[in-house]
């Protein structure tokens, strides 16, 4: 009596051995708090004179990992983000245009998905390249003045809704703690340039 039971305990735990041995995928929440805009080298290209264009981004991240949790090569980011950059002072598509002063502002909503390889997973402080694609919608306003040539003040405003699709690269360096929180500091280009920090907690 004492044998069987022995054997069906010993049996239990070898059942039970492989389930134990194997990290089961988990899930993650987080936000990202960013630093956005585009460099003037980049709006020299189109516009022949402008202000500088700055902002911020705030996002809403899940993420999802491998066999291996947190400590897996390969992990997805799902995330929806705002961002708004503005900026004030003069304006000019070319040089023979009339040189309106003013402000203006874009406004982004976009959903993407992306992929990161983590770079030495396995140690709690390493970095990662990623890339992804998405969707968002972005708002373009615009207003300003300038004189014609019998110096009548002349007001101009512009707005413009329109779908876009969004490319996304992350570079950055991740800390691990215990597998349950993740910090990030990151920098990358989602149609624009961002460089900031996130938070998540993993399930």
């Not at 039970?16 to 630093?35: E, F, K, N, Q, V």
């Not at 980049?42 to 705030?58: C, R």
């Not at 004189?147 to 996304?168: A, M, S």
């Not at 360096?173 to 920098?187: M, P, Q, S, V, Y």
């Amino acid at each position: 009596m004492k044998m069987k039971a022995i054997l069906v305990l010993g049996l239990i735990m070898a059942a039970h051995l492989p389930a134990a041995g194997s990290t089961a995928s988990r899930i993650g929440a987080g936000i990202r708090i960013s630093s956005f805009g585009i460099p003037n080298a980049l709006l020299d290209l189109v516009l022949y004179e402008h202000p500088q264009l700055a902002g911020t981004a705030k996002s809403f991240e899940i993420h999802s990992y491998g066999e291996k949790g947190p400590q897996s090569v390969f992990s997805g980011i799902y995330c929806l983000e705002y961002s708004r950059i503005s900026g004030e002072g003069y304006w000019r598509v070319e040089n023979y245009d009339n040189r309106i002063f003013g402000s203006g502002e874009v406004t982004q909503v976009n959903f993407t998905a992306s992929i990161l390889m983590h770079i030495f997973p396995s140690s709690p402080i390493h970095p990662y390249i990623g890339g992804g694609i998405g969707i968002g919608s972005m708002s373009i306003w615009a207003e300003g003045s300038h004189q014609d040539e019998l110096g009548t003040t002349i007001r101009d405003t512009y707005k413009k809704r329109i779908i876009v699709p969004v490319g996304h690269i992350p570079v950055g360096i991740i800390a691990n703690i215990g597998d349950k929180f993740l910090l990030r500091a990151e920098a990358g280009f989602k149609n624009g340039f961002y460089f900031g920090g996130s938070l998540a907690v993993n399930f």
